[in-house]
């Protein structure tokens, strides 16, 4: 999978994703997959032929892939040679990222690859069929210790994807993600897709019109100053 942010004035605009295909070794079908990323980068771009700078999640680390199952030597391998390709190919307005998923009890980083990396990007949900707090607070304490730390020694942005599936309770917001937000620089906070009728809850933010116990403690944390908001449900630490 491949998956990216395009990056404006204000923060992001919209996410695309693309299930790479197990190549199997086919470094021509590797190659003409590369191009079609590539062309479609080439065309995010406005009137005036300016293109939007994208945050591009190479092969995000999410632990049920093919290419989680590669070795460590032969992921990072894979990581370089579609940056290569990209390269070939002229892309000129993406900002590389290593994206991974974290699950509780495991390091991180431990595939990272030392190339053109500008951006970390750490994912942690919960679905609302598991949801445990106690769990949710501690393994945002741990991420933001092993990773925030790992991007400042390798001089890369570091930004956390997050949130408890139909919220459960909004003290994750105030709480949990208030506290962490004040004490550490994070680049952006992003939270997981909106989806379906409210009835549904699948949701990562409060729809309009949900209880106040799912709304209070985030209005409570988008209403501090060191809080930019470019859309709803996407954050930017300024």
Known sequence: EISCSLVGSEMCIRDRNWTMPDYNG????LE???KQVAKYLDTLQDGYGIKAPVVLNL???DGKTWYCKLSKDDYISLYKKIQDLLDDEDVT???YSYSETYQPGKNLMDRYPDNKIDVINVTYLQSKNAIDLPLYQKS???IVKQALPFAQDHNNAFGLTTGVESIGDSSIFSETLLTVLKQHHIAYLMFGRNQGEPIEEHYYTPYPG???KKTHGFMEMINLSLIHISEPTRLQLI
């Open 26 to 29: 086919n470094d021509d079908m």
């Open 32 to 34: 003409e997959y590369t």
């Open 59 to 61: 092969l995000p680390v």
């Open 93 to 95: 307005n993406v900002v």
């Open 140 to 142: 945002i304490k741990e």
């Open 210 to 212: 949900v209880s106040n």
